[in-house]
């Protein structure tokens, strides 16, 4: 599997160290210790993607989840055909 080093796939978003919102990204923070940030929190503190900065959190989508998205998808389709 290939691994650019700026994403990792996650069971359950872990929320923010610095402020408990739903986190975006494990990083390394201005502090020097790596936190799981949110977007607010990755952006003050500087944080970045890549290896040994940061990795963005990827929820892993459970099958019954993705194919509810590719229904939703199929019918947000609908509407402009029959415009
Ligand atoms: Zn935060």
């Known amino acids: 599997m ?3 080093h700026t994403s990792v796939v996650v069971a359950v978003i872990p929320p923010c160290d610095l402020c ?3 986190a975006i990204a494990d990083a390394a923070t201005s502090l020097g210790p790596w936190a799981y940030v949110c977007a ?3 952006r003050s503190q500087g ?3 890549g290896l040994g900065r940061g990795q ?3 929820l892993a989508v ?3 989840t993705r194919e509810e998205h590719e229904f939703n998808e199929g019918w947000d389709h609908d509407p402009a055909d029959h415009r």
């Open 62 to 64: 459970p099958r019954e």
């Open 47 to 49: 944080c970045a993607l």
């Open 56 to 58: 963005e959190l990827k």
């Open 40 to 42: 607010d929190h990755f």
């Open 20 to 22: 408990g919102e739903p």
């Open 2 to 4: 290939p691994n650019d």
